[in-house]
């Protein structure tokens, strides 16, 4: 059993950042951060494996987004810059033991989700 705890979200204005945290319990799986906006589906931002190696981004935050791990304290961090309106969504965690890219059918585990909103 895996349990994930999301903070750091909030409202910024456009080209500002933020750092996401999701703290993790229980052993190590790889984490995926997914987000979700109003009357969207659910989608993959960044992946990163169990060891905190091969981050992996989608394509729409490329650039932007770091996505790094503490290992010790089983935290992984996003890391958001040069943030957009478009980027407003609820941001989650979600670990798995198969892969930390973006197929969301692969998650065991997800976290509550935060918010995250950007005004333009």
């Known amino acids: 059993q895996v349990h994930l705890v999301e903070s750091g979200g909030g409202l910024v204005q456009a080209g500002d950042s933020l750092r996401l945290s999701c703290v993790a319990s229980g052993r190590a799986y790889h984490v995926g951060w997914f987000r979700q906006a109003p009357d969207k589906e659910r989608e993959f931002v960044a992946g990163i494996t169990s060891t905190g190696s091969q981050p992996f981004y989608a394509d729409s935050v490329k650039g932007r987004f770091t996505i790094s791990r503490d290992t010790a304290k089983n935290t992984i961090f996003l890391q958001m810059d040069s943030l957009k309106p478009e980027d407003t969504a609820i941001y989650s965690c979600?670990?798995?033991?198969?892969?930390?890219?973006?197929?969301?059918?692969?998650?065991?585990?997800w976290g509550q989700g935060i918010q995250v909103t950007v005004s333009s």
């Open positions: 979600a670990a798995s033991k198969v892969t930390w890219k973006n197929n969301r059918h692969l998650y065991d585990y």
